[in-house]
């Protein structure tokens, strides 16, 4: 018993692979909500423009919610998110927000992101 706490109390004090990290190397996460806006060609220009500056950008993406507007339709998602930030839709971990639930009750959001 004494040996398996002696044991316990070393592993504990041990520093883990999550505490050793090399100082000189940052994470990016790039993080983004209301993103693809569908009916105007301004808003549009503007979630291509912010799709672009993640091209260059490496790391998780988190999408804050409220996805595809004006009603998270599947329409939505295919002819706005997807031209846009879709390239991305592989290292993006989204969040549903209240427009995203619109239609169908979030059914085209997670149609289009599966379970993640």
Known sequence: MLV?????????????????VDNEVGV????????????????????AATARLLDDLPGPILALGDLAYP????EEFRDCY???????????????GNHDY??????????YFGAR
Do not use: E, K, N
């Not at 009603?71 to 599947?74: C, E, K, M, N, Y």
């Not at 619109?102 to 149609?111: A, I």
């Open 4 to 20: 398996g706490l002696a044991g316990l109390i070393a592993m504990m004090a041990a520093p883990s692979a999550a505490q050793q």
């Open 28 to 47: 990016a996460i790039s993080a983004a909500g209301d993103i693809a806006v569908c009916p105007s060609p301004l808003r549009r220009g503007a979630g």
């Open 71 to 74: 009603d998270g339709s599947a």
């Open 82 to 96: 997807g031209p846009t930030w879709g390239r991305h839709r592989a290292r993006t971990w989204p969040v549903p």
């Open 102 to 111: 619109r239609s169908r009750q979030g059914g085209p959001y997670y149609d």
